[in-house]
């Protein structure tokens, strides 16, 4: 257990400025100093001006409004790809624009824009392609493109390559040279600031065509949802974007398609947290990109009412069933090969890459995840992509950045690796059958001189002990109301407690009754059977529940040992 070290300076400076004590020692363990970063209203984001060629982007967009040119959207099939699309269609009609969105399926053109999909794309007649949450890779997509006639605007926030594409508008916080401040931004983030560069621009000149001007904000369930999703950095900027989604959602005046994702989930959506986008509705929308087409999950989004929109949503929840059906298989079957190589305990190796034919592509990413939390490793996980390809989707560790380490190996072993990308903490490749073994070799070098065994030694943050009356229904109440997630972690704390009551519910979960100080809790130990000794140290996170309408403090045990 590591209790998150609090700096002294940060701590009492936020104190000072009306932060209670407990909120305040969470805060400053998470690197906020000051009580502007708890300000999560617009006004607090940056100006859209602070973002690369965004002036190019929006003059080029307005262009086309008053031309009346075809714009289409070329989306990404996962869940920051359909919300950033759904944000551009949505955005980009209200302010007068022809436009319509193409989304590749991953299984028949794979990631981004590739001369392929510009083949289909040109079908449509498109004057400007508008990539979504991928382009920055897009050089032969993007020649292509030009070569065929048609302009082409990236919106992207991956980390681009030795070579841009050219000729392209980019827009894209991780470019050479711009100095927006978050450099976490989601693709649906980089959209949204898009279309406020473009509502200024229209503003500014030929208005809106008599359509009033557009409240973008209404569109901020989407960038909370696709923000979420993505797992992206919760820097003040992304949180500033997730609560003011969360709240619009709370208040149900969430896009129908994101209400229906909650209503098939069986969510009541006025206590919508964060965990609830990445969780529930997050997932549900990935399912028709992991084995479907993501136009469905698009659609969802763009349902103008919630009953054109639940058809759509409970045909994605049927999707997301077999999802989780697949990935169990699958899973077992990783583990299966990973512990007949790799002790789960002592292991010799730094990282996992795991094959079989009969995998399915659509959901490796996420085996990739899970083989990750078990052993705590860099892990890829292969599937095959076709008669020669193969495709790999990996996660990684703190101190291990995934994209950074395929470049490393793509740089030594020239013609291992023929297409990759992606952020520090997922990524996705392509390779030939006979190359993976040379990619697992060179891969494993390269975590040997990145990481030390420190790394990889699983660790359980704590934000420490609270004292006797700080653990209060009050205190649940004012942790669910932020925005908490990848680099912003949810408050846990520990404590030694006398377990007073346990007992088995649903499948394998510990409900039990804690003790401590003359206090009593209500908690909850999922996948723990009811056997814990009399006294525990456990690892937890004050949650509320509700039965029968009554609301009430309930403790979620993460971890526990005896005590």
Known sequence: MIVRRVVPDAHRALI????????????????????????????????????????????????????????????????????????????????????????PNRFEFGYGLTPEIVAVAKARAPHLLVTVD????????????????????????????????????????????????????????????????????????????????????????????????????????????????????????????????????GRDISRATASDLGFVAGPRLNAAGRLADMSLGIRCLLAESEAAALPLARELDRLNRERREIEASMHDEALADVESVLPPVDAASYTICAYRASWHQG???????????????????????????????????????????????????????????????????????????????????????????????????????LGRGELTFDLASRLRERAWGQGFPAPAFDDVFDVTDQRSVGDGHAKLALARDGERFAAIAFRTPATLPSRVHALFRPEISRYENLLGLELVVDHWTAA
């Open 16 to 103: 000072a400025l009306g932060v209670s004590p407990v909120l305040a020692r969470i805060y400053a363990a998470r690197g906020v100093v000051d009580a502007a970063e708890l300000d999560c209203s617009l006004a607090r984001l940056p100006d859209f001006a602070r973002f690369a060629n965004i002036d190019v982007a929006a003059e080029r967009l307005a262009r086309a409004i008053a031309r009346d040119e075809r714009i289409l959207i070329v989306a990404d099939y996962d869940a920051d790809g359909a919300t950033a699309c759904a944000v551009g269609v949505r955005g980009l009609r209200a302010m007068g624009a022809n436009v319509d969105f193409l989304v």
């Open 134 to 265: 991928n382009g920055i890779a897009s050089v032969d997509g993007v020649r292509a493109a030009a070569n065929a006639g048609i302009d082409v605007l990236v919106t992207d926030h991956h980390l681009p390559g030795a070579e841009l594409p050219q000729p392209a508008i980019i827009v894209n916080p991780n470019q050479h040279g711009c100095a927006f401040p978050s450099k976490h931004v989601a693709g649906v983030g980089v959209m949204f600031y898009v279309l406020c560069a473009l509502r200024a621009r229209l503003r500014e000149s030929t208005g809106f065509g008599g359509n009033g001007i557009p409240n973008l904000a209404s569109l901020l369930d989407l960038v909370a949802l696709g923000t979420v999703a993505d797992v992206v950095r919760l820097d003040h900027v992304n949180r500033v974007l997730v609560e003011q989604g969360l709240a619009r959602i709370r208040a149900r005046r969430a896009q129908p398609g994101v209400a229906a994702l909650f209503s098939v989930a």
């Open 363 to 465: 959901v490796i990413g996420i085996v990739a995840s899970r083989l990750k939390e078990r052993y705590h490793r860099p892990a890829v996980v292969f599937a095959q992509a076709g008669d020669h390809e193969l495709k790999g989707s990996g996660r990684s560790i703190a101190g291990f950045h995934l994209r950074d380490a395929l470049d490393l190996v793509s740089k030594r072993t020239p013609g291992t690796i023929t297409r990759f990308g992606g952020h520090a903490y997922a990524a996705g490749l392509s390779l030939a059958p006979e190359a993976l073994p040379r990619f697992t070799e060179a891969f494993e070098t390269v975590a040997r001189e990145t990481l030390n065994d420190a790394a990889l030694l699983r660790t359980h943050e704590s934000d420490g002990a």
